[in-house]
Every structure is written in C-alpha cells, then in structure tokens.
C-alpha cells in the first residue's frame, strides 16, 4: 500500500502525531514567495502526512508517527488541537509584515487607514456586520430583520489582562519552536533559528525558557554551549519534564538531554545523524531514531546510549508495538529492503534484533513504503498482475485480504481512521479521479461496505492526498464529508457512521437578521474541510472533546460548496442548526472547555483586537490583547484542562525582536460554576434522539452565566435505545435497495461464506445486515437483523489451484520456490493433500491448514515439472496441474481461439505476444486430454476435433529467463446458431471492460434470457465481448442429455433463436445491475448454422450429382463471403476468444496467471483481425461456467 492516506478532515490528527512529541508546526509564508516556508534544516526531515504514489496511505494515531517536525504548512493558523503542546512560526524576510497573502476574490481587505480605525474603535460600518448593542446602530436598508435571530457584536472595547515579552538578540531569527507543557506547569521553552535560504541551513538559534506561564523568559544559550546552534525540540509525550535537544548536523551530531523542563542539560555525542525520532507510547525512556542512511536505532535510557536495530529501513515505516495487540513491548514493526531494492515486513525486540531473532509475519516480498501499523491493524500492500492487493492483519494474528465489492477495482487506497475497531478507508476506483468512496469495515478489517459516494480529494503541499473529510470531536460516529455531484461539491453529514447521510441546514437568518431563502435540496449550507497549505487562507473547522455540541467552520450558503464569499459560521446543537458568526474568515479557539470561544481575524495587517462568545457564538465581545498592533505569527493555548491562558506570537514590524504576548482570561469570570448554572441538552439528529444506538444527555453551562467551568463532566446519563432497521448496514455483497432492504449485489453469491469452514463446525450466515459498529441499540429486531450461526455443510473439494507464492510460473535452480494450494470449498479440517512436484519427489499432508504457510521445494535441475495435487475427503475429490519452469522474460501472451467449433473441423490456434519481437521463443502446448506437450517453435498450431465436448487448450512461452501461460476452452458441437446482442447505453457507463466484469455480466443475460424465454439454460452460452459499446454473442447450442439421447435438432435449433428474437424484440429481457439501474437486451444479427450438409445420401446420376455439389459450393462460396462483409456477422471457424487479464485480485481468486491488460491487449487484436478477419470474444473458458 504506499501510505494508506490521511483524509483532509483528519487534519486534526496531523497535530495530535506531534503531540506525543511534544511538538506542534505551524509556518506561515512570507513576503519572498513560494507555497511552502521553514524549510527543513536537512533533507527530507520532514515526514509525509499522507499518500505517496498511487497505492496504500496512511495517517496514524496520536503517539505513533516519527516525532519530526511536520511538513512545514499543515494547520491552519491559530487552530491548535487539544493536547498540542508546540508551536513552530516563521517570520518573513522583506518589509511590511511577517505574512503576506495575496487576496483572493470574494475577500474584504482593508486598507491601513480603515484598519487603523477599527482597531481604535471607529465606525461602525467597519466592524463585523451584525446587530450592534450596547449604543451601535443598525446599519441602514434592512428589512425584516430579527434582532433575536441575528449575531450581535458588543463594540464597547473591554480589556483582557496580559504581559509583553519580547526575546532580544533575535530579531534576524525567522523561525521558531515553542513547547508549553501544561497540566499545572508553568514552563514555556522556545527555540527560535535563524535559517539561511542561500545556504540552506540555520546559522544561528537560542534557547529560551518561562517559569511564570509566559510573563518573563530567561535565554539559555550559555547552558547549552554558546557555540552550539540546535535545529530541534522534542518532548517526551509521557513525561513532559523530559526535554531532547538536536544540534545541526551540519556542525556535530549531539543531543542535549534535560529531565527537569529544560532547567539544565547534559551533551550526548552522536555516530550518527538523526533524521526523525519515535518515542514509545508507555515507557518514557524508550525512543527509536531513524538516521539520514537509513538505518534505525533504538535507545532504552532517553538517548544517552543507542543500538542499531536494522539498516535499509523504509522512512516512515517503524512502529512500536500496540499494547494489546503485542505481548511484548519492546516489539517494533519494520518495514526493510533488501539489496535488490525489495521490501519485507520484519519484527525483532528493540535490544535483540538479530538475524536469528527476527521474524517476517507477511511471508515474501511486499510493495515499497507500503507498512502501516495502526492500532490493532497491520497493512501491506502486495501487486500483482498490475493491480494492487491490500492485506489486513487483526490484532496480530493472520493476514487476510481486504474484500472491497468485487468491481470496486481500487487504484489507491488511503485507511483514515481506525478508531472503535473497525476501518475507515478512502478508495479511488478504476473510474476515479479526483473524488474517492468512503468504505467502512467489520471488526476484522477484511470486508468493506459502502459509506459514501465520491468524496472530493485535493493535493496536499507535498503532494499527499487529502480527503475532504472531518471526524466531529466528542461525538462518535458523526462525520463531515464534501461529496461531488454532477461537478457540484456539496456537504452531507452523518450521525451513524456513513449509513446514512443527509445536507446541512442553512441558517435562517445571515448575520444582520434578514431571513435566508435556501430552500433544501437545492441550495444548503456548505463547510471547507481540509486544512490549506496556507494557513492565512479558508480551510477551518473545528470541534472538540469537551464541547460536543459546538462546531464552527468557514464555508457558504448556496446550491455548491465555494471559494468566494466566505463566512464563518457556528452549530451550537451538533450540526442541526447553524448561526452565521462573521463574513470573514476568522480561527477560532476553545478556552474553558468550550465555554468560551475567541476568535481572531484572518488579515495580513496589525491587529489588536480579538473576540469572545459566551453563548456559543449568539453574541461576540470585543476586547484589546495588546496596546499595540501586532503581525501575528501564531496562537498556543495552555495545554490541560483548564485552558485560560493564551501566548500570542508576532511581532511589531519585520525588524523587531519576537513579541510574545500572554494573555490571561481568568479576569473575564466571576466564579467557578455550580450546579445551578447548568442546563441538560440532548444530543439528536433533526430531532431523532437515538444516536448511534443510545440516548445521550449532556451538561450546558446556561448562555447568561459568567462562570468558569474548570473540568469537563462529559454525558449526565446515556440511555441505550430499541434496536431498528436504522441501526444496521448493509453487510458485505449486500446493497440498499430503494425499499430500503439489503439484498445481494449481482455479483456476490451468499453461500461463499461458508466455503472456509469444516464439517461439525458452525459459520455465521449473513442476513444481508451488520450492525454498525459501536452501537449500543439492545433488543429490537436486533435478533432479526444478526447473523445467524449454522452448521458447516458437508463439501467435496472444489476450486482447487496450485500456485507459486508469487504468482509465477518460473523458479530458480537451487533456491526455495513456495507453492500455495488454495481451496475454494471443501472441508479443510478433514482433507488429505498429494504434492507431487514432478521431479520424483512427492509429499501428504493431512489437512489443508498445514500448507498454510506454503509448500517449500527446492528444484535440483533446470527442466519444465509438471506439479499435480490432489486433494481427497469424504465426499470426493479435485485435482490440480501447474506446469512450472525451472528457469526466461516475456510481458504477456494471449491464445487465440475460438469459443465453438464443429466437429472434424480444423481449429487454428495462434499464441500472440506483447511485444510482439522477444526474440527466440518456444511455445509448449497441451490440448485435450494429452498429457504430453507438444513443443514447438512457431507461434500457432492446427488440430480437429473428432468428437463433440470440452476441450481445454494450454500455451505456455518461453523466453529467455521469463515463462507466461494462457489456457482456453473450446465447445465442439456437429452444428449451432449465434445472435449477436445489443444492451441498452444505460450500461457502458458502469462497463469496466475487464474479463470478470463480462463474465459475471454474461451469467446475468443468460438468466434472464431463460426467465424470460423459459429455454432450458443448456441450450445457451453468452459471451459479452470486449470494448465499447458493450455487445454480446449468444450461442444456441444442441444440447442433450449424459445418455447421448434426446438430441436438439436442426429445426429445434431454428425454433429456439425464433424465440429467443422474439423475446428480445418486444424488450421481455431485461435484468438489473444495481439499484435504480435497469438494462435492456436486443438483438442485433442473427448467424446461420454452420454449413453441414445433414440430408441423407441419394443416388441418381453422376452428372446430376455433379451439378448440385457444384451449386452447393457456389452457393456455401457466395454466402460465406457475403457474411464475412456484414458487420457483426460472425464465421465461427475464426471465432477469437478474449484475451483475460490473469493475475491474484480482489475481483477473481480463482486466476492467477499473468496476462495482457485490455488496453494492451487491442494492437495485437487488431492485428489478428487484419490476418483472420475475426473479432475478439469474451474468454469462453470463463462464460462456460454459468453452464
């Protein structure tokens, strides 16, 4: 999986990875240009938040990604999470401002002398636009105003208590890294640097540290080395009294360790040069340290001494263990690449990782930067055959695929969150390109259902994907997400985790009280949430743990979500309803719990100004923090659960020292609140009050009370709710239909689940439903709506393959090659296994769980082996065959064939390569039942068959070093009819145009050709062929019975293609693809039967019978070049069969060898149809088994 990705609402997560570090970015761009600012002291310092290429993404938890400085523009300004404990600034080079930001339409800006005057108090029209108290106006030409409605802003300039720092000596220092422990410290730690952007590294840096929450600081530098210059600041996330400081590589490699908040430090030389740093979750002295060479250390005494656990380890990709799901918790997770540029996951113990002591839970190789341990869950990514295959193992145990629906066929999958043990995945499908669908596991991770619809995505700064979607803060299972509709993005939210998903609710009245007209669903409240690359610009929401109910975001009103005319708004109810609270785009913090909200303007001038809510947005004060103006870098709330201290970081032009403003906010209240200045709220969803299974009542402090809240109380009383059809999804291979049900998709058959069990054992059959994971609804129809467990039935072997562990059908002499016997059905527990390899060795194995693992066999001599297993139980038995080359390269090859053919005529099959000039080739052929091959050095050979059947035909081809198959199946009848199909358009656009798609699609036509005709299903085959518009060849085929009775004639022939036309022509065949989606058939040309002459033998005279075998040729002659000129006749001699795309997929467990992509696949057709004059059909192999 490359990363399994971040979504763009998770942000929120970028700053709780560095919270564990005690670290948090936040950079803003200067007036020198360019998107990103602070650029890293050394390459690649930064980690990637999300995707890399196109594959499996990720973003972690708190606490589980290298604790490196985050790539520099991550968050928006002001917007800090709880429990962050840092903030990184710039200052820009140039003059003006520390930040400038170009305008973007649909702004206001104002000039120095209008801000000037706001920040003084004058002029109302200058101030935010609402219901101004206290002795403000009202703006005149308003009508219908509802002052109760309206947001009102008290003008009367209140002053907050604070103190002014400012850190002289550094005015030419442009970055800078601020710690705040918090929880009843009152240590601030800043390091500020100077970075050369010529010299690309820092040339200066000060330490600099507060013991009174920010009023004074005490500069450090002569404690830590007046010559030593520090890149870095780290903080254990357990213990936040221990500080690591990193010196610049560049001049030594050392680290400054303090274990008393910073007061003093100890120097630890270093062999090498620290790129990124981990720390363990639970035990504060354990770190790993990722090095420039990409080697991994890991340290049990907080840096002093360090080991090295492993060389060539994949950036990004080391964890620790999780507790819970790892016994030991020195385990670490790694993924690492061998000398020949390959990846494997590998476990070893941080002290003893040895090459006898480490361990491969993935066995062989796995995609590159594809690991992702993740709570319980461990990712790879693996891909074969051109798709990419995702595994997923459960609290360690073993790896399963990821079962998405069958044709979701992902090209990139980012897993966003994996909270409440389940996961939240983002795919992009094969028809995808800037939006993703949103897919939600069970417990295990392996089956995925359907949440939402194409989501929108945007690039990140560095590349990474982002997806517009926003996890709400306090209350489970309510999500935000932009969805894009005929080219329109618009917001849904969700209270149930993606079951259902409704638009947001416009205010009812704007900012000055004047009603809104938006009437739903054509016109709603939109919200932006992803974080912008620019922290300046819109891109802000924001929630929080301890005030559920509270969220503010910037966005619009109107029928789409845009980038002009911004505002701010603000949802005291969860989402329900939402109140405008400014026209610009303001950040906004929580202090107190959320009992306070203070919000400070987004501009690129001075300011001095901020504002309060009490009431959660109603009505806004404004109140001066600095006497004056500032360019404000940057906003830190005190971390814990009290916040009511806030710095400010700015300064008061380019060339002034750092300026750092603390702000008190304990003036502000009266009293801590009591019981009596609570209220009860009920968390509901447009009034429905069971959410997520159960009733749930909050506490609120009332609008009118002063008080600070202190600790947060959390839910008064949760009360589970009656289970209803409302609490369950649908589960995997079921769809919602438009009643409501859950019935199976067409491609999912429900007795598949019960293929892995064994006989006296018990599975748990699906009733199309899954309760959503996390909902604590009781009784109900919850008994109705669970899955129930039954019996394993009795099954004989079936579906059974043998296949080397990676997918290929060549080994090297003297090495191990692993081969994989996988079962479709059968009962695995009481199943006795044959292997014989072919080179006179063969091995039994009782049951098939102990093959598991893989059949290791090491192969002495160079030669072709044909590998046979047999498998045997009680109720019968199934065998397999793989010829495998001891030893040549070769990208594909496809067998040319047709579908059917008569009996005793001469087939001509024909081997087509891509490329096409490989050089020397051998082709070894099987056909029939011969076990023998017959090889050869020309690309086609030509046989009859003598008796009607199925014949199977084998191609291998070899080249140099590399060996490619494609076997094929042809029906041989004395005579038969062809229709060709047509559908109606309705269905190109769900046409993938792969083989299984046309295979599954194909069974489908031939069940409603049945329903609707009411021919036995013997007597037709369907092939959908490739390309669009989609087409079809139905065969009319003269079946009869095991006992070579009853067989169709030639008129019972004719007689079913006339029913068959007829049906088709009154539009009586017709099936559903998927809810809401129903297809047409029709037909389109109907084919001759093949020209047997079946009359009886008559004698007369010789030239009589000269004459008549002349005009039979003639006219056999004349037809048969007159149907090779109609389009859409077809000459079933020359029939081709489709090439498939042979690989291990999510699609197909039942192929594994590889083949040409359909879009690779058209020159060669093209050049077959310039040869033989025939046309490409679906792979007949395939179709047969609807049979």
Known sequence: MGKVGAGGGFQARLSALLAGAGLLVLCVPGVFGGGSCCPPPHPSSAPRSASTPRGFSHQGPPG????????????????????????????????????????????????????????????????????????????????????DKATSFRMEELRLTSTTFALTGDSAHNQAMVHWSGHNSSVILILTKLYDYNL??????????????????????????????????????????????????????????????????????????????????????????????????????????????????????????????????????????TVDGHSHYLTCRMQNCTEANRNQPFPGYIDPDSLIVQDHYVFVQLTSGGRPHYYVSYRRNAFAQMKLPKYALPKDMHVISTDENQV?????????????????????????????????????????????????????????????????????????????????????????GDPVHCLLPYCSLHLHLKVSENPYTSGIIASKDTAPSIIVASGNIGSELSDTDISMFVSSDAGNTWRQIFEEEHSVLYLDQGGVLVAMKHTSLPIRHLWLSFDEGRSWSKYSFTSIPLFVDGVLGEPGEETLIMTVFGHFSHRSEWQLVKVDYKSIFDRRCAEEDYRPWQLHSQGEACIMGAKRIYKKRKSERKCMQGKYAGAMESEPCVCTE???????????????????????????????????????????????????????????????PQKCPGKAPRGLRIVTADGKLTAEQGHNVTLMVQLEEGDVQRTLIQVDFGDGIAVSYVNLSSTEDGIKHVYQNVGIFRVTVQVDNSLGSDSAVLYLHVTCPL???????????????????????????????????????????????????????????????????????AILQDTKTIAVYEEFRSLRLSFSPNLDDYNPDIPEWRRDIGRVIKKSLVEATGVPGQHILVAVLPGLPTTAELFVLPYQDPAGE??????????????????????????????????????????????VDLTPTHSGSAMLMLLSVVFVGLAVFVIYKFKRKIPGINVYAQMQNEKEQEMISPVSHSESRPNVPQTELRRPGQLIDEKVESQLIGRYRSTLQSL
Not at 82 to 110: C, H, I, N
Not at 935 to 948: A, H
Not at 1077 to 1089: I, N, P, S
């Open 726 to 788: 409302a609490d369950f999804d649908c589960d995997y291979g079921y769809e919602r239909h438009s009643n409501g049900q859950c019935l199976p998709a067409f491609w999912f058959n429900p007795s598949s689940l019960s293929k892995d069990c064994s006989l006296g054992q018990s599975y748990l059959n699906s009733t199309g439903y899954r309760k959503v994971v996390s909902n604590n609804c009781t009784d109900g129809v919850r008994e109705q709506y669970t899955a129930k």
């Open 1046 to 1091: 009853n067989k169709r004639s030639a008129d019972d022939l004719e007689q079913i293609s006339e029913l068959l036309i007829h049906k088709l022509n009154q539009n009586s065949v017709h099936f559903e693809l998927k809810p809401g989606v129903r297809v047409f058939v029709h037909a389109a040309h109907l084919t001759a039967a093949p020209l």
């Open 64 to 147: 589980r990604a290298p604790a490196t400085p985050l790539p520099l523009v991550v968050r928006p300004l002001f917007s800090v999470a709880p429990g962050d404990r840092a903030l990184s600034l710039e200052r820009a080079r140039g003059t003006g401002a520390s930040v400038a930001v170009a305008a973007r339409s649909g702004r206001r800006r104002r000039s120095g002398a209008d801000q000037e005057k706001a920040e003084r108090g004058e002029g109302a029209s200058r101030s935010p636009r609402g219901v101004l108290r206290d002795g403000g106006q009202q703006e005149p030409g308003t009508r219908e105003r509802d002052p």
């Open 424 to 512: 939240f995945a983002a795919v992009q499908e094969w028809n995808q390109n800037d939006t993703y669908n949103l897919y939600i596991s069970d417990t295990r991770g392996v089956y995925f259902t359907l949440a939402l619809e194409n989501v929108q995505s945007s690039r990140g700064p560095e590349g990474n994907i982002m997806i517009d979607l926003y996890e709400v803060a306090g209350i489970k299972g309510m999500f935000l997400a932009n969805k894009k509709i005929d080219n329109q993005v618009k917001t849904f939210i969700t209270y149930n985790k993606g079951r259902d998903w409704r638009l947001l609710q416009a205010p009812d009245t704007d900012l000055r």
């Open 891 to 961: 990208e594909h090859v496809h067998l040319s064939l047709p579908f059917v053919t008569t009996k005793n005529k001469e087939v001509n099959a024909t081997a087509v390569l891509w490329p096409s000039q490989v050089g020397t080739l051998t082709y070894v052929w099987w056909y029939g039942n011969n076990t023998e091959p017959l090889i050869t050095l020309e690309g086609s050979i030509s046989f009859r068959f003598t008796s009607e059947g199925m014949n199977t035909i084998t191609v291998q081809v070899s080249a140099g070093n």
């Open 200 to 337: 690309g590294s820092i040339t200066e840096s000060s330490l600099w540290r507060s013991t009174d929450y920010g009023t004074t600081y005490e500069k450090l530098n002569d404690k830590v080395g007046l010559k030593t210059i520090l890149s870095y600041l780290y903080v254990c996330p357990t213990n936040k009294r221990k500080i690591m400081l990193l010196t610049d590589p560049e001049i030594e490699s050392s680290l400054l360790i303090s274990s008393d908040e910073g007061a003093t430090y100890q120097k630890y030389r270093l062999n090498f040069y620290i790129q990124s740093l981990l720390f363990h979750p639970k035990q504060e002295d354990w770190i790993l340290a990722y090095s420039q060479d990409q080697k991994l250390y890991s340290s049990a005494e907080f840096g002093r001494r360090w080991q090295l656990i492993q060389e060539g380890v994949v950036p990004n990709r080391f964890y620790w263990s999780v507790m819970g799901s790892n016994k030991e918790p020195d385990l670490v997770h790694l993924e690492a690449r």
